[in-house]
């Protein structure tokens, strides 16, 4: 990314290049990746006990990526008194190079919230609107009431997945928008790329379909395919990526879409002026220069710690949804609200209810110590509600 430096493009480029080189000069305890054995399960500092368990934002645990850490700091300190001079094209370019797309194909975003208000403000009208899976991440949701418009909640499968024929069946009664979040949130489950190949096929010519891939970083099923190549296809189709989760850049809020050239130009003219900021757009351009070992560590641990979390509900009779995301959604058999108040209360915080799941719990993946510490109140509260 363009970690501009406070006269050119050139320069800010180097400057982010130099920040990503220079982890030793500005080494924090968060940049696990850098400090820590690779074979140890638990790379993240340990938590302190008095501060909440954050489990209920579907961040990362393990701090943020080394390079990206490095860069951020040394933009922080020559750069953060000063606006960019001109819009991010390094960082757009570098997301394109990556994906094998043109630049014209990348549209950048204060994280893929904006991405999706964009996509959202594009593509539904009060004519035209959105189709989503119930339930589901609410941006879209929210975000078509403000175009006068609505969306279309389709219920997930008996499976949680999203139901495609039914979504494609609304899409053609002429929705502008369809949104599809694979994996999902908050179920966490996937659709394969078999079913996802005959549903795009479906969709009618005129509606956008967009996949909200955000936490395809951490999906390791041999039959789960990004939208990517529908994209090149040609399609109209756009695709949703973030930094905030497997990079551990939430704070920082960078996000980014890659679709057909004249649909990314269409939404890019409702981006807000200096987004993303410089400090995250150099923490997000060194990232992709530099950490591709780090995703690849913690897509590793977040698959050892998730494995270990559905074995432990399994093994106390529950019913976890399988994941293939950095959360984990657990059926426990009774109203799920009063529990999560009870949790917050012993300082771990999990996801909050969703209506249409009123007896399932959301839990973000910790590191293995958070989980035990996370099991051991959580079993606790499950006898005493049992007693």
Not at 11 to 22: M, S
Not at 356 to 383: A, C, I, Y
């Amino acid at each position: 990314m363009p970690a501009k430096s406070g006269m050119s493009r050139r320069g800010f480029v180097t400057a982010a290049t130099l920040g990503a080189a220079a982890v030793m000069t500005f080494p924090r305890a968060t940049s696990i990746a850098a400090t820590q054995p690779t074979d140890v399960p638990n790379e993240a500092p340990s938590p302190d006990a008095a501060e909440p368990l954050r489990l209920h934002r579907n961040e990362s645990p393990y701090g943020l990526a080394p390079a990206a850490d490095a860069a951020s700091q040394k933009t922080l300190a020559t750069l953060a008194s000063r606006y960019p001079i001109e819009e991010p094209k390094a960082l757009q370019e570098a997301i394109a190079k990556r994906f094998g797309v043109d630049k014209e194909m990348v549209a950048l975003g204060c994280g893929s919230i904006e991405i999706l208000k964009m996509a959202t403000e594009t593509f539904c009208t009060p004519a035209r609107p959105a189709v989503v899976a119930e339930p589901t991440f609410e941006a879209v949701v929210s975000y078509s009431r403000l175009m006068h418009s609505h969306a279309i909640k389709t219920p997930l499968t008996a499976d949680y997945k999203h139901d495609l024929g039914r979504m494609a069946a609304h899409a053609r009664s002429g929705a502008g928008l369809v949104f599809m979040c694979n994996p999902s949130n908050p179920a966490g489950s996937y659709v394969a790329k078999d079913e996802v190949r005959s549903f795009v096929h479906r969709l009618p010519k005129h509606t956008v379909l967009l996949s909200d891939e955000a936490y395809f970083d951490y999906a390791l099923a041999t039959d789960y395919e990004s939208c990517l190549g529908y994209v090149k296809d040609g399609l109209p189709v756009i695709v949703s990526h973030t930094f905030s989760k497997i990079y551990g850049m939430a704070g920082l809020r960078v996000g980014y879409a890659i679709g057909r050239k004249d649909l990314i130009a269409r939404m890019t003219k409702r981006r807000l002026a200096n987004n993303p900021n410089q400090i995250a757009t150099a923490a997000a351009f060194a990232a992709l220069k530099a950490d591709d070992a780090f995703v690849d560590r913690i897509r590793r641990l977040n698959g050892e710690v998730r494995d270990y979390t559905e074995s432990k509900f399994r093994g106390l009779g529950l019913t976890p949804i399988p994941s293939q995301a950095n959360f984990v959604m657990v059926g426990i058999g009774r109203p799920v609200k009063p529990l999560i108040e009870e949790l917050k209360k012993r300082k771990v915080l999990v996801g909050r209810e969703f209506p249409s799941m009123p007896n399932h719990m959301r839990v973000t993946l910790g590191t293995k110590d958070e989980m035990d510490r996370f099991f051991k109140e959580f079993q606790q509260l499950m006898v005493t509600a049992v007693a």
